[in-house]
């Protein structure tokens, strides 16, 4: 995994928490994160199937 990937999964997991908790404000903490890093996971699998990888910058 790159940092830049790294980064993306880490952000998009903490989305992911944000709507959790709004949903369900006494969620255990536990439960939070590894749904949060779930969540993450597998909008990032779904992404790259649907729309493959980012195309480079035009220099």
């Known amino acids: 995994m790159t940092r830049e ?4 999964l880490e952000n998009t997991a903490l989305a992911a928490m944000v709507g959790l908790l ?3 404000p006494d969620v255990c903490p ?17 992404r790259q199937a649907r729309i493959g990888d980012i195309p480079p910058y035009d220099v």
Do not use: M, R, T, Y
């Not at 990937?5 to 993306?8: A, L, P």
């Open 22 to 24: 709004s949903g369900n």
């Open 30 to 46: 536990v439960a939070l994160a590894k749904g949060s890093f779930d969540i993450a996971e597998a909008f990032q699998k779904e």
């Open 5 to 8: 990937e790294h980064q993306e």
